[in-house]
């Protein structure tokens, strides 16, 4: 599995858009990129998941550039609520059946 | 989205006890069951994938022995842990794959297992 490295921790205040960019340099060709977000004391939530270029739901974007090394979390507008940790994980399919890898995370600390 | 469920919540046993750890799926069957356990500040590790009537596959440095997983329903995986002690203290999280909901693993709200 694909090895991935991010920043331990992120501040922003609120209303800001927040970047989170994970690396993931020996990702494989049938990799996906999935992103979960996980409250303390809870079992992580799936944020978002895409192959290339741009992914965008309700909650988030995601931007995967062409080399597909890196890719990046946005969060338009955070508020306290998504104070978290967001974790990148690269695997094959979706993951749906397949063993999941969690990385160190990303602390997100949001502010008034 | 799909419901996984953990029961219980939080659990304080004595050292040298047996705990059980449900999981269910609670609108879906689910073909694989993962379990994970998560220290304080750390992130999730991977203790082993369950599939629905057949033997758990344990990663390696798990004892199989300690950490008991039975998977007898498409809805219903069991954790066990033996004979526990304060080392074993931890949040207890499963997972639950269906291809029926886009591939997606599903995962419960955690147990956190405090051993005195």
């Known amino acids: 599995l694909a090895k991935t490295t991010q920043p331990i921790s992120m501040d922003s205040y609120e209303g800001q858009e927040v970047n989170i960019t994970c690396s993931h340099n020996n990702i494989a060709t049938n990799d996906y990129i999935t992103w979960y977000q996980q409250f303390p004391s809870q079992g992580p939530r799936f944020i978002i998941q895409?192959?290339?270029t741009k992914v965008t739901n309700e909650v988030a974007s995601l931007f995967i550039p062409a080399d597909r090394k890196s890719s990046t979390l946005s969060l338009p507008r955070v508020s306290l609520s998504d104070t978290a940790v967001y974790y990148c994980l690269v695997g094959a399919s979706t993951g749906g059946g397949n063993k999941l890898t969690f990385g160190t995370g990303t602390q997100l600390k949001v502010e008034l | 989205g799909a419901v996984v469920s953990q029961h219980p919540s939080w659990v304080i046993c004595k050292s040298g006890t047996s705990v059980k750890i449900e999981c269910r799926s609670l609108?879906?069957?689910?073909?694989?069951m993962f379990w994970y356990r998560q220290f304080p500040k750390q992130s999730l590790m991977l203790m082993a994938t369950?599939?629905?009537?057949?033997?758990?596959?344990?990663e390696q440095g798990v004892e199989k022995d300690k950490f008991l997983i039975n998977h007898a329903s498409l809805t219903l995986s069991t954790l066990t842990v033996t004979s526990a002690h304060p080392e074993d203290s931890s949040f207890y999280i499963c997972s639950a794959f269906t291809s029926a909901k886009n591939n997606e693993q599903f995962f419960g709200p955690g147990t956190r297992l405090t051993v005195l």
């Open positions: 609108d879906f069957q689910a073909t694989t």
């Open positions: 895409g192959y290339k």
């Open positions: 369950s599939n629905e009537g057949s033997k758990a596959t344990y």
